[in-house]
């Protein structure tokens, strides 16, 4: 297997709430609660989960926008935690973000132009304007834009132009490792399918590796090679994208696929669904034992009083279930 | 089975500073008792709209039902004074939306709200009301309803607050219940809790629904009938059974064939469709698919297609339909 490109190792972060000025208050939301895995040079993970479970702030710790509370982000071979902030400026130009919102992720006052050239400059990657300009031009038709739209304003062009924006400017930096935060999903279906595409076809012509964030399980089957689901700040299952959707070991994984409608009516109507009780538990007071035991079909009485470890089941395929 | 809805020939602007907008552009469609229906498309292609007509909930001035029929019950909804309408509105027929954060009152308890339009529709005493609210928030599975009644918005998650939308549409015993993007917001699992609850409440209750969706995974389950819509157009029509086994119009086979699926194994490429969604201040005289339609020839530039029926029940809108059948046939 290829050189690992990054790692991350036990990744607590916690955020206090409650408690003014005066008032101190113990409350912490446990975003996420000891996350490890591993990125290969050139491989897509995808990272899966509903709203909360922490997906997002893993995201934002690794591009070091969110401090962590405990753990290690080793990057290319450094562990980010122990880097100066102007270190950490040369290291991040190697890691990049996609944002979810391409409306609100770009500045409505700046060019598009203006908006790829200014980390040209910022980080002097190539010198004088006319060498920024033909990188500019050369970004653009990278991510199926014409040269002419250096000139517009974001509001000019349409939301699969703006991702298409977004995707260039993480691009101007030369990044190896591309965070992409749900890049899809406020796109229009006949968009998404483009985007994916334009990711893909960059990943194989640059060498990119890329940490994919994203709710929607088939468009994570379809990108990724292997999958981390999260749930309630907590990894309950890593495999090859193949193993995770064929043979899914976690409950909740297999609750999750179950709850995703295939457009066929006649599959539809003949499929056995789990719909899951209840909802997700606050990560202020996240349930003892294992963390989805509140929900889970199978639960027995020890899932609510021991936590389950994070194990090999078989070669590569790693669960979080006494069950299993 | 009797007609509950018919929309015929709707036609619904809005005046922006671009130009008048045609949101809703000559649309016809019906809905049976008892039945669910769809309205698919993407953002801006008239589905919302279309809803709002049916409400008389299109914000003036900017915003004109130009017109068309509404005939709800053989009665004509365009025609009632704001008054009559009133009574349609929430009695006959309720509605859910996308955003159940921003439809809910925040400074009203979840009770009042509740109990609001029992009192005005139905002539509720408060204790009545009070009672049947209860019964509405257990009817739609959220536990300690009446201790629930006290609380507010704010309180509930957006699973629940969903629910309690629900409870709100139908607590004067409607006869059709239009769903916005009921589950947009919501985390796959609670999606799934959701639109279950949704189809099992208007099976027992036999109340008629519109569910107003982009999710084509969403409209196999749950619909009965689908109309497609783009750029303020119904484009295609089908049962969802005919629909998704033989879609005969090339925006539907493109949306279809864009979207990676669970049960397939999976493609090395997505093959999505090409160029950019409509702007609808700038529209092409012919068909508005017609520069991202792999099937266009000269004519599409030059007059729209009308809506035609091919077999029953089943209606396209493509001057190339035969061809396209004869591609998917081959």
Known sequence: MSEVLLEVRDLVKHFPVGGGFFSRSDAVVRAIDGVSFSLHRGETLGLVGESGCGKTTTGRCILHLERPTSGQIIFEGIDIASKSERELRLLRRHMQVIFQDPYSSLNPRMTIGQILAEPIKVHRLVAGRAAREARVSELLTQVGLLPQHAQRYPHQLSGGQRQRVGIARALAMEPSLIICDEPVSALDVSIQAQIINLLEELQSRLGLTYLFIAHDLSVVRHISDRVVVMYLGKIVEVADRQALYEAPVHPYTRALLSAVPIPDPKLEASRERTVLRGEVPSPLTPPGGCVFHPRCPMAEARCSAEIPRLREITPGHWGACHLA | ?330
């Open chain 2, 1 to 330: 089975m009797a007609t509950l809805l018919e929309v015929k020939n709707l036609h619904t602007t809005f005046l922006t500073n671009a130009g008048v907008v045609r949101a809703v552009d000559d649309v016809s469609w019906d809905i049976q008792e008892g039945e669910t229906v769809a309205l698919v498309g993407e953002s801006g292609c008239g589905k919302s709209v279309s809803a709002l007509s049916v409400m008389r909930l299109v914000s003036e001035p900017a915003g004109r039902i130009e017109s068309g029929e509404i005939l709800y019950k053989g009665r004509d909804l365009l025609k009632l004074s704001e008054e009559q309408m009133r009574s349609v509105r929430g009695r006959e027929i309720g509605m859910i939306f996308q955003e159940p954060m921003t439809s809910l009152n925040p400074v009203l308890s979840i009770g009042r709200q509740l109990t609001e339009g029992l009192e005005i529709h139905l002539k509720m005493t408060p204790p009545e009301a009070q009672a049947r609210a209860v019964e509405l928030l257990g009817m739609v599975g959220i536990p300690d309803p009446a201790r629930r009644l006290a609380q507010y918005p704010h309180h509930f998650s957006g699973g629940m607050r969903q629910r309690m939308m629900i409870a709100m549409a139908l607590a004067c015993n409607p006869s059709l219940i239009l769903a916005d993007e009921p589950t947009t917001a919501l985390d796959v699992t609670i999606q799934a809790q959701i639109l279950e609850l949704m189809k099992d409440l208007a099976q027992r209750l036999g109340v008629a629904m519109l569910i107003i969706t982009h999710n084509l995974g969403v409209v196999a389950r749950y619909a009965d009938r689908v109309n497609v819509m783009y750029a303020g157009r119904i484009i295609e029509q089908a049962s969802a059974a005919e629909l998704y086994a033989n879609p005969r119009h090339p925006y539907t086979l493109g949306l279809l064939r864009s979207v990676p699926r669970l049960d397939e194994p999976r493609r090395a490429r997505l093959d999505p469709i090409d160029g950019q969604p409509p702007d609808l201040t700038r529209l092409p005289r012919g068909c508005a698919f017609s520069p991202r339609c792999t099937y266009r020839v000269e004519r599409c530039a030059e007059a729209v297609p009308p809506l035609v029926a091919l077999d029953a029940g089943h209606r396209s809108a493509c001057w190339e339909c035969e061809r396209l059948v004869k591609a998917q046939a081959a």
